[in-house]
């Protein structure tokens, strides 16, 4: 089946760095993806909806200039944390579109992010 | 405004009991979307189901079963002979159409006791 690798899995930065968190469909092209922040014991919360070639699509509230998203390419999108700060922990999931006969959405394995 | 409400925060029963999952759903639009997610303890989703406001018919898949019934706007999610290995947080999710954005539940933890 369709995979999404997401990586890394679990990151510990100081507070004032930035994060990059990547995203890639292993086996399609995937032209949407979506970027979620999930605190503990909570649900999904949808931070952006990336489209590939051009600018992400931010749910209200979402700072775009603190959450960098890039999808350059079909198969990958990135999701920058700038200026991490200790309110920034959170985990981290995206999920990939895929279109066509049986389509679906898949998603990573999350990131932890634990800001110092 | 599209809405999904899962009532039960938390679910405990013994080893192959069987178990319903609650999800009620709110949405004005005549085309959308049903989806049960399954999040073990690892943190990764897993897709379970997905299924089309036109289709109606119940769907069974191995142990796990789903009624979908428009005129209570539920999409209840069934476990039945319920393993430990079921042990998760579920989510039901709703999308308006086929983009995908989804709404999610605030999903039901399951615990199967031994």
């Known amino acids: 089946g369709a995979v999404v690798s997401q990586h890394p899995s679990w990151v510990i930065c100081k507070s004032g760095t930035s994060v990059k968190i990547e995203c890639r469909s292993l086996?399609?092209?995937?032209?949407?993806m979506f970027w979620y922040r999930q605190f503990p014991k909570q649900s999904l919360m949808l931070m952006a909806t990336?489209?590939?070639?051009?600018?992400?699509?931010?749910e209200q509230g979402v700072e775009k200039d603190k959450f960098l998203i890039n999808h350059a390419s079909l198969t990958l999108s990135t999701l920058t944390v700038t200026s991490a700060h200790p309110e920034d922990s959170s985990f981290y999931i995206c999920s990939a579109r895929r279109t066509g006969p049986g389509e679906k959405l898949f998603f990573g394995s999350g990131t932890q992010l634990s800001v110092l | 405004a599209q809405k999904v409400t899962q009532a039960q925060t938390e679910i405990s029963v013994v080893e192959k009991e069987d178990v319903t999952l609650d999800c009620v759903y709110e949405t004005r639009d005549t085309t959308y979307y049903l989806f049960w997610y399954k999040q073990p303890p690892s943190g990764e989703l897993v897709f379970l189901i997905r299924?089309?406001?036109?289709d109606e018919q119940n769907e069974i898949s191995g142990r796990y079963s789903w009624n979908f019934q428009k005129s209570t706007s539920s999409f209840n999610f069934t476990i039945t002979a319920s393993q430990v290995v079921d042990s998760a947080v579920y989510f039901c999710a709703l999308s308006g159409d086929s983009n995908y954005q989804l709404i999610w539940g605030a999903g039901t933890k399951l615990i199967i006791k031994p």
């Open positions: 990336s489209n590939e070639g051009s600018k992400a699509t931010y």
């Open positions: 299924r089309n406001s036109f």
């Open positions: 086996d399609f092209q995937a032209t949407t």
